[in-house]
């Protein structure tokens, strides 16, 4: 069982990486694009900001959380839209999303074991929530990274995106409108330490994935295609799995291409 907050930290660490990496850059560094059509850097640290506010919402006012659901101009632009309302000045940006990160993992840490925190499309626990919010944070910081020209060092912590890569395997086929498999799949990842081997699901599973931890995450957060990817598949349903995993809530998002930087979650 994960210790929330051990995770907690983990948020925290993530969140302060990539704060480190865009606080004391010139505005016009803000103003680059990223992988994500359309989306600077600013729409990304804006989208951090807006996903903490709304989940912070739905951890303490679930009624408000679901009328901001449902006065959404256009739903299918819900993502789009949050992340435009919340841009603003680096300096102030930036304030708002530290003041709204430490506000959501606040909350987070009192709320008891076993309590739903209601969410789009479905609920969630207090860990799973933190999971989540580390697992976008750590996606966006990749496309911040990139359009930055920056190469960050793997951690420990992408322990917590392959955890929730492995969890959301029936959702990632749900998404693309395929029957969710019943069939097992074992998934045995290299931290990216190096040495250790991350294992998820029964031993004696016919169908496998194996291969770099790193290399899941990129792939279950879709920032990079399978085919610029050293993961191996074996047996029909884990094949099928790489073409359609998504650790995200929500429908499947723009998918990059081979050696393509199209697509964000």
Do not use: N
Request: hydrophobic share 40%; proline share 9%.
């Amino acid at each position: 069982m994960v210790d929330l907050t051990a995770l907690l930290a983990d948020l925290a660490a993530e969140s302060e990486q990539l704060d480190s990496l865009v606080a004391d850059r010139p505005p016009r560094d803000w103003e680059r694009p990223t992988p994500a059509p359309g989306w600077t850097v600013a729409h990304q640290v804006a989208h951090l900001a807006w996903t903490d506010h709304v989940a912070y919402l739905a951890a303490t006012d679930a009624s408000a959380f679901y009328a901001s659901v449902t006065s959404a101009p256009d739903p299918s632009r819900l993502v789009e839209d949050g992340a435009e309302s919340f841009l603003a000045p680096p300096p102030a940006l930036l304030a708002r999303w530290r003041a709204g990160r430490s506000a959501l993992a606040g909350t987070l840490a009192t709320i008891p074991a076993g309590q739903k925190i209601p969410w789009y499309g479905t609920s969630m626990s207090a860990t799973s929530m933190a999971t989540a919010r580390l697992m976008e944070t750590w996606a966006h910081g990749e496309d911040v990274a990139e359009a930055l020209g920056v190469r960050r060092t793997p951690t420990e912590r992408l322990r917590h995106v392959a955890h929730l890569g492995v969890r959301t395997l029936g959702h990632g086929f749900a998404a693309h409108g395929r029957p969710v498999p019943t069939t097992p799949v074992r998934v045995e990842l290299t931290a990216p330490t190096g040495g250790d081997v991350w294992e998820f699901g029964p031993t004696d599973a016919a169908d496998r994935v194996t291969g770099p931890a790193l290399d899941f995450c990129l792939l279950v957060t879709q920032r990079r295609h399978r085919d610029d990817l050293a993961l191996v598949a074996t047996g029909p349903v884990a094949d099928e799995w790489l073409d359609v995993a998504q650790a995200f809530a929500g429908p499947p998002g723009g998918k990059r291409g081979p050696s393509g930087p199209e697509g964000s979650a």
